[in-house]
């Protein structure tokens, strides 16, 4: 079973400071990976996707790769009330064709 | 990004009837597109998988002959739910996805569905 995992949160952190989101995922394999953010009620909006290790900066937000480690993270700096929602990482694996999703992790970002 | 427009975005509809959902790609073709449904506050579920021109890839658990899929098109898929029950009332969302190396996946707005 493949499988991607995300601490649930609340992650709370206050207004312009550094929100760190992680997630490991459990298939060597595996290719791409993608960082969406829902807000609530809405569907999922892709933020950032990074497919070989290292960092990818794109604005306020940074994601990082290890696959050695098998994990993924996503920076966001300066943190604004509007970041407010659940950010959800995804990974493909090599073999399939299809996104394996995280739980999610819920980000309160307070005035 | 990529627009993927989903239609509707809500809809109520009477206990045994059937509901279709359109999932379109505005500016590219999709060769796969993904249905999803969603219960408040969980994670994406994967329904089936849709290749445009052939039969759908559902996810175990997921009733065939009740989420019918059908992708007629490259920039077109529907998801008919169908003899509708309370309990099938959810969040649907569609995916697309380009191929060709571009394995970024875009996102409808998602439908609301009630059944009553």
């Known amino acids: 079973q493949k499988e991607v995992e995300q601490n649930s949160g609340p992650l709370s952190v206050p207004e312009g400071a550094i929100a760190s989101l992680n997630c490991t995922y459990s298939d060597r394999g595996s290719q791409s990976f993608f960082w969406y953010r829902q807000y609530s009620g809405k569907s999922p909006e892709l933020i950032m996707s990074?497919?070989?290790?290292g960092d990818k900066e794109d604005g306020r937000f940074t994601a990082q790769l290890n696959k050695a480690s098998q994990y993924v993270s996503l920076l966001i700096r300066d943190s604004q009330p509007s970041d407010s929602a659940t950010y959800l990482c995804?990974?493909?694996?090599?073999?399939?064709?299809?996104?394996?999703f995280g739980a999610g992790t819920r980000l309160a970002v307070h005035p | 990004g990529a627009v993927v427009s989903q239609h509707p975005s809500r809809v109520i509809c009477k206990s045994g009837t059937s509901v279709k959902i359109e999932c379109r790609s505005l500016?590219?073709?999709?060769?796969?597109m993904f249905w999803y449904r969603q219960f408040p506050k969980k994670s994406l579920m994967l329904m089936a998988t849709s290749n445009e021109g052939s039969k759908a890839t559902y996810e175990q658990g997921v009733e065939k002959d009740k989420f019918l899929i059908n992708h007629a098109s490259l920039t077109l898929s529907t998801l008919t739910v169908t003899s509708a029950h309370p309990e099938d009332s959810s969040f649907y969302i569609c995916?697309?996805?380009?191929?060709?190396?571009?394995?970024?996946?875009?996102f409808g707005q998602g439908t609301r569905l009630t059944v009553v």
């Open positions: 990074i497919y070989s290790n």
């Open positions: 500016d590219f073709q999709a060769t796969t």
């Open positions: 995916s697309a996805e380009g191929g060709g190396g571009n394995t970024e996946a875009f």
């Open positions: 995804a990974v493909r694996s090599g073999g399939y064709n299809k996104l394996i």
